[in-house]
């Protein structure tokens, strides 16, 4: 029982931590306010603002520079992603094994974003849409993957988001084919999604996963 003030207190850090970055508008590469400075604006001990920031660092958010102070980290600012592209996915099975895990994950976040995609996604959606009708391939190709992007995001979980974004990362990094999403298939994902038909959505998701593993 004791140590649940404690935790309350710290959850409580991190929280008015963050605040101040938005607060203060703070971007990747800005440094943060020292520790004294925000023990003073949290009206908290420096050590616990210390654990606060250790806790943000061995999340890789933040980073302390020796001499210079902590700065925030940029989301994919590591080279996390070359590393396992270079050494642990080139082997056959662990290439399957994130493309797996990359359709479960983008079949969960579009299950959501039936349920929660509101008319200024569809808005969005839409003009993209527009935007493909054009004979300049890359215009096609990035609208598509805008589109992709959008409809994940529209699931409203921030942590699956994340995940699809450095599953796709990974995907990436190998240079495999392209296996965003078509613009034929950006048209029947729009159409359902206004439909709001999930099955028959999670059917279309399965069809073109199949597809994609029979390339490979």
Known sequence: MSVQPTEK???EILKQIKAIIVEDGLQAGDKLPSERE???RLKVGRSSVREALRSLELLGLIETRRGEGT???EATGHRLVEVLASFI?????ARHDLQETRHIVIKDCVELAVRRAGSSTILKLTHLIE???TNEQEQV???CKQFEKIVIQACGNHLLYRLYVELTGYGSSLQRANSYWSQAFCEEVLTLLQQKDA???TDLLSKQNDALNAIE
């Open 9 to 11: 207190v710290y959850i």
């Open 38 to 40: 925000l023990s003073d």
């Open 71 to 73: 700065f925030i980290r």
């Open 89 to 93: 996915l080139n082997d056959n099975k």
């Open 131 to 133: 935007q493909m009708d």
């Open 141 to 143: 190709h990035n609208a």
């Open 199 to 201: 099955v028959k959505l």
